[in-house]
C-alpha cells in the first residue's frame, strides 16, 4: 500500500545520507557532483517515458534516479558542512528542512500541482544547488527540457474529461477513441469503466461492476435511501 511504499522510498533516502556522511564514501564525491548535471540532463527524457511493458526497468531506473538524486544532495550538504562548535545548529536545520519537505509533498503539493510535477522539478532543483561551471548552462538547459517533456506529454493525453490529485494520488477520466467508453485511470491503474453506448449509458463495468465487490457494497442496507 501507500505507507509501505513512502517507508520504502524513506529508506532509501537515509541510506544515501548515512553513506554521504560517513568517512569513507563507497561513491567518489567530487565525480558523482561534477558529473551530476549532465547525468540529469540525460536522465529527464527517461523519467518521463512510458515503460508500461517493462514494468521491472521502470522500477529500476525510477529507484536509482531517486538514489543518486539524494545522494548528490547529501553530499553536497556534507561537502559544505561548518566547523565542529556550529555543527548542532547544521544538523537542527537540516531536520527542519527535512519536515519541511515531507509537509510540502504530503499537504502543498497535491493542491499546487494536478500531477506529479514535484518529482522532475527536485531534479532539476539538485543541479542549482551545486557548485561548478556546468551547473548554470546544463540546469538551464534541464529546466527547459522538463518544460518541453511535460507540454508534450499533455498533448498524448487524448480526450480527458477529468484530471486531478488528492492526498491519494492522480485520478484521470478518459474517454476512448470511439466514444463509447471512459476510463477511470488511478495512477497508471485502471479502477472503473463506463459504457456510454445508447441503452447503456453510465453503465459501470469492471471495478465499479454492479455484481463486483463495490455493487455488493452499494446494495446493502447500510448504503439505502429509505
Partial sequence: NKSNNITRFHR???FTFVIAFAERSPFP???????????????????????????????????????????????????????????TGYYLWLSLGGALGSAFNTFVAPLLF????????VFVFSVFLLRGRLVL???????????????????????ELFHGRNFFGVKRVLSSADGDYDFFFHGRVIHGVEDRKLGRDCAPLAYFHRTGPVGDLFETDAWRVT
Avoid: N
Wanted: net charge positive; with cysteine.
Fill in 29 to 87: 564525491r567530487a565525480g558523482l557532483l561534477k558529473f551530476w548535471p549532465p547525468i540529469v540532463l540525460c536522465l529527464l527524457p527517461f523519467l518521463q517515458m512510458d515503460f508500461a511493458r517493462h514494468p521491472w526497468a521502470m522500477i529500476a531506473l525510477h529507484l536509482s534516479a531517486l538514489f543518486f538524486a539524494a545522494l548528490v544532495c547529501h553530499l553536497q550538504l556534507f561537502k559544505e558542512r561548518p566547523p565542529v562548535d556550529q555543527l
Fill in 114 to 121: 494536478a500531477d506529479f510535477l514535484e518529482y522532475p522539478i
Fill in 12 to 14: 532509501i533516502y537515509l
Fill in 137 to 159: 548552462p546544463c540546469g538551464a538547459s534541464a529546466l527547459v527540457l522538463m518544460l518541453g517533456l511535460l507540454g508534450y506529454r499533455s498533448t498524448l493525453s487524448g480526450a
